[in-house]
């Protein structure tokens, strides 16, 4: 259990420090309006992500006998975390440049993670398939993972709101920079972890 809680941790934290469409939203309201509304649109995911989930452990759970497209699903997932954590050790920072300034921050937010592909990916590749192997080791070690994700995911975007609001050139700098990297360190070591199942699914590792 303990180990699928800090799966969720790492995944949770990589995707809520990593630039992308939603954070780009934070920053942007944050800074146009106040840490309240970039705030609004970090809480986004846990109004948009539960029927993506629902449908890809419902998509996952009929292709339960199917081995080897799992296997492939999983190398895909491997696939993804791998380009993800490729772009995070080259990041150099955020782009504070943004530009628009509307109201309504969690209806943007909600927008904007609907319309981004990465939830969908992420999900069908990586998500779904630990959330299921953790559940059929134990109930709690599903609930570990998916409060883990969410907790750290959210939880990310608030903390960079917060800071963002407070001082701008945090996002800028060499700590923000390390954090990324590591993370993404992380990430290709999880990566890694998922070739290796695909391949044991393939049978082409015993």
């Not at 504070?96 to 969690?106: E, I, T, V």
């Not at 904007?112 to 059929?136: D, E, R």
């Not at 390390?178 to 890694?192: E, N, P, Q, V, Y």
Request: proline share 4%; glycine share 10%.
């Amino acid at each position: 259990m303990i180990n699928f809680l800090i799966i969720g941790v790492i995944l949770g934290l990589s995707a809520g420090f990593s630039p992308g469409p939603l954070l780009a939203l934070v920053i942007s309201e944050t800074l146009q309006h106040n840490i309240r509304a970039g705030i609004k649109v970090a809480l986004a995911p846990i109004v948009t992500d539960l029927p993506i989930i629902l449908i890809t452990l419902f998509i996952l759970a009929k292709l339960s006998n199917f081995q080897a497209l799992l296997g492939v699903i999983s190398l895909g997932g491997g696939l993804f975390l791998l380009q993800l954590g490729y772009q995070s050790l080259k990041t150099q920072g955020v782009d504070l440049n943004l530009q628009g300034a509307k109201p309504n921050s969690l209806r943007k937010g909600i927008l904007t993670n609907c319309l981004s592909p990465h939830p969908y990916l992420f999900w069908l590749t990586v998500g779904a398939p630990t959330m299921t192997t953790a559940m059929n080791k134990h109930p709690l070690a599903g609930v570990a993972f998916i409060s883990g994700f969410y907790c750290c995911l959210v939880g990310a975007k608030i903390v960079l709101a917060v800071l963002t609001g407070k001082s701008r050139f945090f996002l800028t700098g060499n700590s923000y920079r390390a954090i990324i990297r590591f993370l993404g360190l992380s990430l290709i070591i999880l990566a890694g972890k998922l070739f290796y199942d695909g391949l044991k699914l393939l049978q082409i590792l015993s």
